[in-house]
């Protein structure tokens, strides 16, 4: 009698991602690299195998950033000097060529004032980073997406959950992340024709430095007045939410995202 042979077992199937992995080499500037949101966002693209441009002020912290890998580039910039944005996206593309994915992260907290409080200075600087400076940096990276082969590229600009809720006397960050939201789907808009994305992930209580300035572990100002302890959630897991906007394929867009602290008061803020 002749044997049965063992049955072929199945192929087992890759693990399941999130997100669409990267085309080898796909290039990324990160704005904002040198700490906080931009700076696991870059590491953690660097890991998933893209080519990443790190930018921000602080030149020792973009070394930090970006470590030994070879496919970091550590450049200064100051997001509000448009020959600094113009030095970095140059310098991009003399590495590497191309630009297929700008993540739009710089920007600063601002003063705590209320509308009647606030400074012309204060107000000028705020706007000066958080809105003038994405303006500069989309500028200059639309311009390469154009004129690259193959056309396009994706951008997602950092805003904030204050773009839909503000927190008390934040008038500049509120208004500036407000004026994101406009940004970005001007951005969507007018790159339509060119095979340019736009979105924006609004992200709240995520455990930067930032949260520090507010006081969310310590006790943040509420709407009533009262001063409360806001839960707050892993940098890396919403830098994984960047890089599932940033690999999406060409024919999809991820308009807005917010990801948030479970628990946080944001629904029904106050």
Partial sequence: MTATPPATPPATPPPATPFAAPQPGRVAVVTGAGSGIGRAVARQMLA????????????????QTAGSHPDALAVPCDVTLPDDVERLFAAVLQRWGRVDVLFNNAGVFGPAAS???????????TVAVNLTGSLLCARAAVRAMKSQAPQGGRIINNGSISAHSPRPRTVAYAVTKHAMTGLTKSIELDGRAFGITCGQIDIGNTATEIMDTIGVGS????????????????VEDAARAVLLMAGMPPTASVGSVVITAAGMPFIGRG
């Fill in 115 to 125: 509308v009647d409080e606030i400074s012309l200075a204060d107000w000028e600087a």
């Fill in 219 to 234: 006790g943040a100002l509420q709407a009533d007045g009262t001063r409360k302890v806001e839960p707050m959630f892993p």
């Fill in 48 to 63: 998933e195998g893209y080519r990443v441009a790190l930018a921000g002020r602080r030149e020792a912290q973009l070394l």
